[in-house]
């Protein structure tokens, strides 16, 4: 049973491209957490989804990012322009539907460098 | 003031020893509590979780939960070399999923 996949594992971008970080659930979850973790600081939340359904964004930025989770494939978290401050970790994780009470399974990560 | 606080560390402390770990925490909302480890360069690691206030045990890891006092810890006995890693300590509300972090503690198990 493949834990939470992300990929790619490291990303570099020049400034004003776009990044796109992947993330497939653990078999079986139908929710997906991406947090973000700056250098020496913990991992902030930025959006929870449901396949096809947005559930709760209030920690991504207003502008240039954006997340899904299309019924068929993994979620995607888009990151359009980046910038010098976009580089940072990014971790998506993974809840069952139910009895998800409590600690929820992380991926990897994917470890943005813009240039 | 963050929702959450705790202490970067660096902690040092000799193989064997007994580590403590804690957090603070300003939301009287937060009902579920948990601790994660996280190696350099990798993901989070669920540790433990606690339902409002009380203790758990797992093997060497005690989680303890004082609501009255907006505290948790967890400790760590008999500590190895392969437990140095950063601890983050997690919390959120009954109603909602999402996971408010600490900034977590780097520890170092001595050999």
Known sequence: NAGVMQNPRHLVRRRGQEARLRCSPMKGHSHVYWYRQLPEEGLKFMVYLQKENIIDESGMPKERFSAEFPKEGPSILRI????????????????????????????SGTRLTVV | QKEVEQDPGPLSVPEGAIVSLNCTYSN?????????????????????YTYSSGNKEDGRFTAQVDKSSKYISLFIRDSQPSDSATYLCAMRPGSARQLTFGSGTQLTVLP
């Open chain 2, 28 to 48: 009287s909302a937060f009902q579920y509590f948990m601790w994660y480890r996280q190696y350099s360069r990798k993901g989070p690691e669920l540790l433990m």
């Open chain 1, 80 to 107: 359009q322009q980046v910038v010098r401050g976009d580089s940072a970790a990014y971790f998506c994780a993974s809840s069952p539907t139910r009895g998800s009470g409590y600690g929820y399974t992380f991926g």
